[in-house]
């Protein structure tokens, strides 16, 4: 038996799959035309506040708005499941795409983000309060 649910959500015709696992962490799977397009999961980190993580589109798929819908849809996801603040460690060319997104610069966990610089990332903490 898988310890998970389906669930299917739609935005602008663009279908995402989302797998409710028992644990903290919650991945989403962007599927455009029956394809797995794009993937992104929703880390919860306290009672409201949750991270982005591994947000990817499938580089055949990037500028055709996947991007765009797969934020929307989990900034969506996050406040039904009374998500209050997002974060993300927004790799230094995605800021664009995270400000787009309503996130402004903030560090939310200094340790993780110094703990990601030691490891050679040039990331930048960002933050969106959704409630």
Same mark, same amino acid.
């Given at each position: 038996?898988?310890? %998970?649910?389906?669930?299917?959500?739609?935005?602008?015709?663009?279908?995402?799959?989302?797998? %409710?696992?028992?644990?903290?962490?919650?991945?989403?799977?962007?599927?455009?035309?029956?394809?797995?397009?794009?993937?992104?999961?929703?880390?919860?980190?306290?009672?409201?506040?949750?991270?982005?993580?591994?947000?990817?589109?499938?580089?055949?798929?990037?500028?055709?708005?996947?991007?765009?819908?797969?934020?929307?849809?989990?900034?969506?996801?996050?406040? *039904?499941?009374?998500?209050?603040?997002?974060?993300?460690?927004?790799?230094?060319?995605?800021?664009?795409?995270?400000?787009?997104?309503?996130?402004?610069?903030?560090?939310? *966990?200094?340790?993780? *983000?110094?703990?990601?610089?030691?490891?050679?990332?040039?990331?930048?903490?960002?933050?969106?309060?959704?409630?």
């Amino acid at each position: 038996m898988d310890n %998970y649910r389906t669930e299917h959500l739609t935005w602008q015709g663009i279908v995402i799959e989302v797998r %409710y696992y028992y644990d903290r962490m919650t991945p989403l799977l962007l599927s455009f035309n029956g394809d797995a397009i794009g993937t992104v999961a929703l880390d919860k980190l306290g009672d409201d506040t949750a991270a982005m993580r591994i947000v990817a589109v499938e580089k055949t798929h990037q500028g055709q708005s996947h991007g765009r819908a797969l934020g929307s849809l989990l900034i969506e996801f996050a406040k *039904s499941h009374g998500i209050k603040k997002l974060c993300v460690n927004a790799d230094s060319e995605a800021v664009g795409y995270y400000g787009s997104l309503g996130f402004a610069p903030e560090t939310w *966990s200094p340790d993780e *983000s110094e703990a990601l610089r030691k490891n050679g990332a040039t990331s930048i903490q960002m933050v969106k309060n959704i409630s």
